[in-house]
């Protein structure tokens, strides 16, 4: 499995490192303050591109896959989206394929990227994303995948170059 992942994915490749086990650390926080406040899906942002969101995401997500729960990533960062590339995936289908009705949950998931975690890709292009995460069928297929997963852990864009993260919002608890 470890071949088709970036290099940058530190739990893939060099699961004892310093680095990998600071991931573990923000995995256990998350778990401890999912005791006050119910925590399921989560959003992974930055102020800016570049700035190792999704590389951050990734490598929480295979942290929380070690606790032999089910985890479900979700690329919406439709305007550049990077975890196909992370993870060696096709674009397509994914998301906004689930969303837009074209293909089904079963169709839009990759499962068991790594033991336990489920990746599902951004998907087709869409014209408008702001406008995309603001239909009611794009909150229907979040709540479905919720009944899933013990967590789910959503890649959006920047939240100072665009309004995606923000039309998200309603649909996370963090």
Known sequence: EAQSFAPNV???FNPLSFTAESYRRLRTNLIRLQMHAPLKVLLISSPNPQEGKSTTLMNLAISMAETD????????DLRRPTIHTLCALPR??????LVEGHKSVD???HRNVVR?????TCGTAVENPSRFFGQTETVNAVMALRQK??????????VLVVNDALA???M???
Do not use: C, E, H
């Not at 336990?116 to 599902?120: A, P, R, S």
């Open 149 to 158: 997963y013990a967590w789910i852990l959503m890649d959006a864009p920047p």
């Open 107 to 109: 169709a839009a998931i």
């Open 10 to 12: 530190k739990l893939v």
């Open 69 to 76: 729960q089910r985890i479900l990533v979700i690329d919406t």
């Open 92 to 97: 397509s289908p994914g998301f906004t394929d």
């Open 172 to 174: 996370l608890d963090g």
């Open 168 to 170: 998200l919002a309603s």
């Open 116 to 120: 336990n975690l489920d990746v599902m």
